[in-house]
């Protein structure tokens, strides 16, 4: 019985440092979480099916941004924009995939863009730019999230 008291004193006194312990709070705990994430990066980038298979980050990046600029190239390269305009060599895209899968295109001009009828050449941007293979959407910790860039699309490859 000895044994028990002494073991049940030694078990209060061990016990104690448990109950001193204070515990952040749930909004403490999410503040320092979204503090301590980047918003910056994504942790996956977009990709499509034939990127999919490459192993490593940035050459799986460097695939999408290649794949998706050859192909946008492609629909565009059949188009009368090069006759229309043929000063306009290279067009800035900005691209957004959203969470979904859903892409969407819009060309960039400069401010002092008078000499083009960016209504005209939206249109037909907008025209051709469709039927996409499908693309998986950029990863953030686990949920698909929207990304945005811009692709310098050239129109005269000579």
Not at 103 to 108: I, S
Request: glycine residues 0%; negative net charge; charged residues 25%.
């Amino acid at each position: 019985m000895k044994h028990y008291s002494l073991f049940l004193v030694f078990l209060l006194f061990a016990s104690c440092q448990y109950f001193e312990k204070q515990v952040p709070s749930e909004k403490e705990l999410l503040q320092k979480e979204l503090k301590s994430i980047n918003w910056k990066e994504v942790d996956e980038y977009p990709s499509f099916v034939d990127c999919d298979k490459i192993e490593d980050k940035a050459s799986r990046q460097q695939c999408f941004f290649e794949y998706l600029t050859q192909l946008i190239q492609e629909k565009l390269s059949t188009d009368t924009l090069s006759i229309l305009y043929p000063e306009l060599d290279t067009i800035e895209v900005r691209v957004t995939i959203f969470p979904n899968s859903k892409m969407q295109f819009e060309p960039l001009f400069p401010k002092d863009s008078v000499a083009y009828d960016t209504v005209k050449i939206d249109s037909i941007l907008h025209a051709r730019l469709v039927n996409f293979p499908t693309v998986h959407p950029a990863i953030k910790r686990g949920i698909p999230v929207k990304t945005q860039f811009i692709l310098p699309v050239i129109l005269k490859v000579e």
